[in-house]
């Protein structure tokens, strides 16, 4: 099993940054995938980005790229969510979500394992 707990949310005004942070523990070396997916209220999970465990490829939402960043730190089982010109529309709870199989990264049924959720909050 692999155990994910989120921290770094709050709230920020728009324009702002937050860096959010997983950390992860138990069978950290069959993780393939490491997603953060957010769900905002009334809405469902959506996909915010995604990186190889190893490292290497990352990939974004059409809705995020270019202001959000996924990074590692494998020393220390941690991946990271960097955020950038935070809108009002980025107000969600934040997921971490590890996979141990390839598949297409985007999608939340495929990741095995899930944080609690950290809420992010940002105001216009």
């Known amino acids: 099993q692999v155990q994910l707990v989120e921290s770094g949310g709050g709230q920020v005004q728009a324009g702002g940054s937050l860096r959010l942070s997983c950390a992860a523990s138990?069978?950290?070396?069959?993780?393939?995938?490491t997603g953060w997916f957010r769900q905002a209220p009334g809405k469902e999970r959506e996909f915010v980005a995604a990186?190889?465990?190893?490292?290497?490829?990352?990939y974004y939402a059409d809705s995020v790229k270019g202001r959000f960043t996924i990074s590692g730190d494998n020393a220390k089982n941690t991946v990271f969510l960097q955020m950038d010109s935070l809108k009002a529309e980025d107000t969600a709870v934040y997921y971490c979500?590890?996979?141990?199989?390839?598949?297409?990264?985007?999608?939340?049924?495929?990741?095995?394992?899930w944080g609690q959720g950290t809420q992010v909050t940002v105001s216009s």
């Open positions: 979500a590890a996979s141990l199989t390839p598949h297409y990264p985007g999608r939340s049924s495929y990741y095995d394992y």
């Open positions: 138990g069978r950290t070396s069959s993780t393939y995938f």
């Open positions: 990186r190889r465990w190893s490292g290497g490829n990352t």
